[in-house]
């Protein structure tokens, strides 16, 4: 069954990085992309950016531009989001979802908390 | 650049007939889908391309997309369906959330 495993929950100061992992199984990697959305306590879905698994490229919203980065390791199936700078602003519930070729997302993972403070 | 409104909320009774709406300019030439979040979990994908239906998610949902306005229709709307929703569309390369509906089944 596909499954996007992603990583525990990340307690970090402002200015400082962080770098969330979200493991794919269950279905041909290359053959999805791979979206990190956002949730801050009590709002709605914020979408972050996405990599194609299979060449690598991806897109990213302009609010993030220079300061997210996704990347992709293939050996393990595995998408990461490097996220720089943070502020208290940043904190929030980060998902990767599987993007199919209809544009939409068929499977979230559980999410992965990140506090700034 | 290109956004999408959601009411902030719907109410509506057991078993009548719940409507939520996703504005944007000329969406009807934009795919759009909806997904369904209850609290703690994670969103799920309820419609997409519109107005098809992923296996497993019950027939009483329905979409449509005509001129500027997407609509989830909720027909028959129970209990377990007081849920956030939100719809969600492409702008080139970029995807757009709406800002979310909170539907409250009273």
């Known amino acids: 069954q596909v499954q996007l495993e992603q990583s525990g929950a990340e307690v970090k100061v402002p200015g400082a990085s962080v770098k969330l992992s979200c493991k794919a199984s269950g279905y041909s990697f290359t053959n999805y992309k791979i979206h990190w959305v956002r949730q801050a306590p009590g709002q709605g879905l914020e979408w972050l950016g996405m990599i194609v698994p299979s060449g690598g490229g991806t897109a990213y919203t302009q609010k993030f531009q220079g300061r997210l980065s996704v990347t992709r390791d293939m050996s393990t199936a595995t998408v990461f989001m490097h996220l720089r700078s943070l502020t208290s602003a940043d904190a929030a519930l980060y998902y990767c979802a599987r993007g199919n070729a209809e544009g939409d997302f068929d499977f979230w993972g559980h999410g992965t908390l990140v506090t700034v403070s | 650049s290109y956004e999408v409104t959601q009411p902030p909320s719907v109410s509506v009774s057991p078993g009548q007939t719940a409507s939520i709406s996703c504005s944007g300019d000329?969406?009807?030439?934009?795919?759009t889908c909806w997904y369904q979040q209850k609290p703690g979990q994670p969103p799920v994908l309820v419609i997409y391309?519109?107005?098809k239906r992923p296996s497993g998610i019950p027939e009483r949902f329905s979409g449509s997309n005509s001129g500027n306005t997407a609509t989830l229709t909720i027909t028959g709307t129970q209990a377990v369906d007081e849920a956030d929703y939100y719809c969600q569309t492409w702008d080139s390369n970029i995807v757009l959330f709406g800002g979310g509906t909170k539907l409250t089944v009273l």
């Open positions: 391309q519109d107005k």
């Open positions: 000329n969406l009807e030439d934009r795919f």
